[in-house]
């Protein structure tokens, strides 16, 4: 019989001790980084690099023009997504800071986080669709469309950048916190 037990002690659910969850959480954020809505960072670099360049803001919006219908919600789905989301972490909160549950507290400070951050990606795919529409259906220019979907992604890039920041700052202390009052992990 194969021995169990040392996997679970290695996987144990013991969240702010564990290194498995400080990884966990800055990969999660490092990954978070790398593109806004699913464009890659290097297409946003280069479109604001060279802004006179038709073909830097041919690119960004050609990428746009494929992402953006993805991050349609209809009101409804919206609504129901909300509505699921909110119970589902006001639970999990209940249950780590109501009841004291470690792991939920770890599962709250990782999902709220990440539940705003898709809240900001909705709203600036929102604000782009019509920018594209607008260039395909060529009532904007090219150039003044990728610019102001640029300025507005790079807006978004820096209130991610704070989000995590603010994120595993509050993890951070959170978990010293937790470690501190229970150093035996009771």
Known sequence: MPQFDNLLGLLGSRSF???????????MWSVTGRTVLGVPTEVLARARRDPATEDAAITLLDWLSL????WQLSPREGAAFLGVTTFLLTSLAILGFGFGLEMAQALVLLMVPFWVLFWMRLRLARRLTPLVAAAQEGRAPVSQAARDAMRAMVWHKRGVTVLSMLS?????LWGALWTLMHPLGF
């Open 168 to 172: 595993v700052a509050v993890v951070a």
């Open 67 to 70: 992402i953006l219908p993805r």
């Open 17 to 27: 001790s564990s290194i498995w969850f400080w990884l966990l959480l800055l990969g």
